[in-house]
């Protein structure tokens, strides 16, 4: 039976497929300049992350060895046309911004690895559970690095959040500093690999304290010698 707190930790943090296992670094540098873009992404990567572990683990016990793969990067593809053909439908300008990174999604590592690494060996509920926490592990980091390139690079966030919820969302756009100096290189590629790194240096400090803290709970209380009281008259 599939452990689903410890499938939460791993795909939220332990094993965060952007942070841990360094896949999908291509859109992750490359549309994360906004929130905006960052969420579009992210939320078309859990969808197709959901739907084809789910079909993935349905077929598992009938798919011969040999067209393993293949049959798992058709079920990709067609989770990654399913979510084209909805951004298209109802959030055609996001489409156009995502562009050629949207269908790129289809050879996201990050899909066929756990497609590949659990899907296929699990059952349905726990497979799908792994695809909506790999998905939203991977969506966490979009939207952090989204948010500070965002902030630093235009001194503003969540500016035209209305591409994705519709025009309600236009005014959630906050603005540091009207007469904020734009910082150019957070926006650009050079700044999404200086961001980058600089959170899973930040994921690694707090890996290493917790462990140290837990060693030091682990470890066992130094043996003292007991003084003993003594009582009396001795003669």
Request: charged share 10%; net charge positive.
């Amino acid at each position: 039976m599939a452990n689903y707190s410890e499938l939460t930790l791993n795909g939220l943090w332990k094993n965060n497929p952007a942070l841990v296992q360094l896949l999908g670094l291509c859109p992750l540098l490359g549309v994360t300049n906004s929130v905006v873009n960052s969420l579009g992404l992210g939320l078309a990567t859990i969808f197709v992350l959901f739907a084809s572990n789910s079909c993935v683990s349905m077929i598992r016990n009938v798919t011969p060895a040999e067209i393993r793969l293949p049959a798992f990067v058709m079920i990709i593809a067609a989770a990654v046309t399913c979510t084209e053909l909805l951004m298209q439908a109802y959030a055609f300008e996001m489409y156009e911004i995502l562009g050629i990174f949207l269908p790129l999604i289809t050879t996201n590592c990050v899909i066929l690895g756990r497609a590949d690494g659990f899907a296929c060996k699990n059952s349905l509920p726990a497979a799908a559970y792994d695809g909506l926490i790999m998905g939203l592990g991977f969506a966490l980091v979009l939207f952090l690095l989204g948010a500070a390139r965002e902030l630093i690079g235009t001194g503003a966030i969540f500016a035209n959040m209305d591409l994705i919820f519709g025009a309600g969302a236009a005014e959630w756009k906050w603005v540091l500093n009207k007469d904020y100096p734009q910082f150019l290189l957070a926006v650009l590629p050079p700044g999404a690999f200086i961001l980058t790194g600089l959170l899973i240096a930040l994921k690694n400090i707090i890996d290493n304290r917790i462990a140290k803290v837990q060693l030091a709970r682990s470890a066992p209380a130094e043996k003292t010698s007991k003084r003993v009281r003594v009582t009396g008259t001795i003669t």
